[in-house]
């Protein structure tokens, strides 16, 4: 078996990403890593959502691993699927997915979204990829959490727009900032929702040699 120098402050994890929410994360559980932000468009959906962001999470790692020589890398990918009916909290569906949703670029898809999302329960998955440093697939998982959103007024749907904080988020909304007033309730993992589900990945990183154990020894 191939061994390869652990993630440490000499040998960071390259996180492929310009995600400021994956960045705060990876700081809150103390990983040392690097951002280096990938340049793959994320408008290549498929028709599973875990698929999708699976496909994503890896095709962002790779791109990435080009530019990168000797690291462990990270990609990931958080899509909201928004279904005909709703999800309950249990996780049981009652209607085929409609839409898979990315990131509104203006206002008007950021406001088609919150009114789709209104009142429902939504699966919120990301999906991650770690290549270990000679370019070689050493995990890939998709995460799912389903998150249910009150009913929101136009007058709500309206003053959240205003706040800017929508365009540029999965699904139209940021649980982590003022979009967290309409998430009424969470089944499975928050930090998934935010961008990147802590509990899975560092556990995967422990399961292939990444990280040595953790929590990392303090300086």
């Not at 085929?96 to 509104?104: A, F, T, V």
């Not at 995460?143 to 959240?160: F, G, N, W």
């Not at 928050?190 to 020894?217: M, Q």
Request: aromatic share 6%.
């Amino acid at each position: 078996m191939t061994s390869f120098p652990f993630i440490d402050n000499l040998h960071p994890l390259i996180l492929a990403s310009a995600s400021p929410r994956r960045k705060d994360l990876l700081n809150q559980v103390g990983v040392p890593f690097r951002p280096e932000a990938s340049d793959v468009q994320e408008e290549d959906l498929f028709d599973s959502p875990q698929q999708a962001a699976c496909h994503l999470a890896e095709k962002k790692a790779r791109e990435v691993s080009l530019k990168t020589d000797d690291s462990w890398i990270l990609g990931a990918d958080t899509i909201v699927a928004a279904p005909n009916g709703d999800y309950k909290i249990k996780g049981e569906e009652s209607g085929p997915l409609e839409k898979l949703l990315g990131k509104p670029g203006d206002p008007a898809e950021a406001e088609r979204m919150l009114r789709l999302l209104s009142g429902k329960g939504h699966k919120v998955i990301t999906g991650f990829c770690i290549l270990d440093p000679t370019g070689k697939m050493a995990h890939l998982e998709a995460v799912t959490s389903i998150v249910h959103i009150k009913h929101l007024s136009d007058r709500e749907i309206e003053a959240y727009i205003a706040t800017k904080e929508p365009v540029g988020k999965a699904g139209g909304y940021a649980i982590q900032g003022i979009g967290s007033f309409m998430v009424r309730e969470i089944s499975g993992s928050y930090t998934n929702v935010v961008g990147l589900p802590l509990y899975e990945l560092i556990r995967a990183l422990v399961t292939v040699g990444a990280l040595k154990c953790f929590p990392l020894p303090f300086d």
